[in-house]
C-alpha cells in the first residue's frame, strides 16, 4: 500500500503532465478554470478579469456554440479577457475523467447544477464550485448535496453570485508552487495553498466519502424503500397521501460519516 504523501506527488505528476499536453503554450503558473456542462458566463468573464493569467477551459458542446461565447466574452470582457477563454473537444468518458485534474478549480453553474458531471470532477480531485441559487429547484441544488458528501463542502458551496465570484478569486490566488526533490533525487513541482489542499484532501479521502461508497448508498435506499412499504401497509393508502411531510421519506444514516474519522 502507498503513503498518502506517495500517492499525492503521483497525482501532482501525472497533473502537470497532462497540463502540459492539453494546454502546452500556457505558463506554469497560470490558474486553470474549468466548466464541462452549461454556463454562467458573466461571472466567469468578471473572475478571469479579477485572477490576471488566468484561464477558462470550456467544452465544445456544441461546437457552434464557440463561437457566439466568443463573441459575447469580446462584448463583455475585452479582447484581452476573451483570448484566455480556451475550448477542447468533446472526449470519450474515461479520458475526459482522466484531464478533469488539469483545471485547478471547476466552476458550476446556478439554474441548473453539474450531476454527473460533478462527480466526474470530484472524482478526479479537482474541487468544484457551486452555488445552490433557487432553493425550490433540486437541478439547483444537486452539486451542493454532491460536495457536501464528500466530507468538505464547506470549502466549495457559496450562497450568492458575488461570494460565488469572491470564493473562487480567493482560491485562485491562494495558489503556490516551489521546486522539492523527491526521494528518488528527482526535482517536481509541488503545489501549496489551500486551493492545492483541498484537491489533496479529495484524492485522498475519496476512497471513503459516501458519495462514492454504493454499497452504503443501496442500504439507505432500501431503508426508504422499507420506510415507504410500512406506511402503506400500516395506512392501506399511498404515503403519498400524508400531507403531513408531503410524502417524503427520511431516512437514518446509521454509518459514521468517514469510517477512519473526519479528516484534517
Known amino acids: 500500500r502507498f503513503s498518502p504523501e506517495h500517492i499525492w506527488s503521483e497525482e501532482e505528476r501525472l497533473r502537470y503532465s497532462l497540463r502540459k499536453e492539453i ?29 490576471p493569467g488566468s484561464i477558462l477551459w470550456l467544452l465544445r458542446f456544441p461546437s457552434a456554440g464557440e463561437e457566439h461565447l466568443m463573441r459575447t466574452a469580446l462584448a463583455w470582457g475585452g479582447t484581452e479577457v476573451a483570448s484566455r477563454v480556451r475550448f477542447t473537444d468533446v472526449a470519450p468518458k474515461e479520458t475526459h475523467i482522466r484531464r478533469c485534474r488539469v483545471a485547478d478549480l471547476a466552476l458550476d453553474t446556478f439554474q ?28 439547483s441544488r444537486v452539486a451542493s448535496s454532491i460536495v457536501f458528501a464528500t466530507g468538505f463542502g464547506k470549502s466549495m458551496v457559496v450562497y450568492d453570485e458575488q461570494s460565488y465570484e469572491d470564493r473562487a478569486v480567493a482560491l485562485a490566488n491562494s495558489i503556490s508552487y516551489r521546486l522539492e526533490e523527491n526521494d ?14 483541498l484537491r489533496r484532501n479529495l484524492i485522498l479521502h475519496r476512497d471513503q466519502m459516501p458519495l462514492f461508497d454504493t454499497p ?49
Open 112 to 139: 441548473c447544477n453539474a450531476h454527473t458531471t460533478a462527480t466526474d470532477v470530484i472524482w478526479s480531485g479537482t474541487p468544484l464550485l457551486t452555488l445552490p441559487k433557487e432553493p425550490f429547484k433540486m437541478c
Open 23 to 51: 494546454f502546452p503554450d500556457i505558463p506554469e503558473d497560470t490558474v486553470i478554470f474549468a466548466c464541462f456542462s452549461q454556463s454562467a458566463f458573466y461571472h466567469w468573464l468578471r473572475i478571469l478579469q479579477r485572477v
Open 184 to 197: 528518488q533525487g528527482r526535482v517536481e513541482r509541488r503545489g501549496a495553498g489551500e486551493l492545492m489542499e
Open 216 to 264: 452504503r448508498w443501496t442500504r439507505n435506499f432500501e431503508k426508504g424503500l422499507e420506510e415507504i412499504w410500512k406506511r402503506w401497509a400500516d395506512s392501506c393508502h399511498s404515503p403519498l397521501s400524508n400531507l403531513d411531510d408531503e410524502g417524503g421519506v427520511t431516512i437514518t444514516d446509521d454509518d459514521p460519516f468517514f469510517s477512519e474519522g473526519l479528516p484534517s
